[in-house]
């Protein structure tokens, strides 16, 4: 992959940016959330996700987004309703995604890949790092 050039990044007014490192110019950009959000790329850099203050989490194939599609491959509409999730993180061979909240009863979801199916279980108080 050419991931090792590349560079996600997210600014306050929710874009999402991909730069190419050797030629430092932006290969693409969407808006995949409504504020600075956490960003994260599974090791294999094959995909990336983005959650949101208002409780989604959008997920992306960044081989199509390298090409030019600006469009998610899921929305997650993850935990409960309005609740913000804080992070976002692929396990090592990026087939879950694990979505954690601070708040709330229901503080982390898992969803499989690459059927993006999402769990009926919610787990209390976990906090990944």
């Known amino acids: 992959t050419d991931c090792g050039n590349q560079l996600l990044s997210t600014d306050g007014s929710g ?8 030629t430092r110019r932006c290969v693409n ?13 599974s090791l294999d850099c094959s995909l990336f996700a983005v959650a949101s203050s208002d409780g ?9 987004f ?3 599609s600006s469009e998610p491959v899921k929305v997650i509409d ?3 309703s309005c609740t913000s999730v804080e992070q976002v993180k ?5 087939q879950l995604l694990a979505m954690i909240s601070r708040g709330g009863a229901h503080a982390l979801r ?3 890949l690459p059927s993006c199916s999402v769990s009926s279980e919610t787990w209390p108080g976990t906090d990944l790092k």
């Open 90 to 94: 692929f396990n090592n061979d990026a």
């Open 29 to 41: 950009k969407t808006i995949a959330c409504l504020d600075n959000a956490p960003l994260c790329t």
């Open 15 to 22: 874009h999402v940016y991909l730069w190419d490192l050797r």
């Open 56 to 64: 989604f989490v959008n997920m992306y194939d960044r081989s199509e």
């Open 66 to 68: 390298v090409s030019g």
């Open 110 to 112: 898992l969803v499989h």
């Open 78 to 80: 993850g935990l409960t």
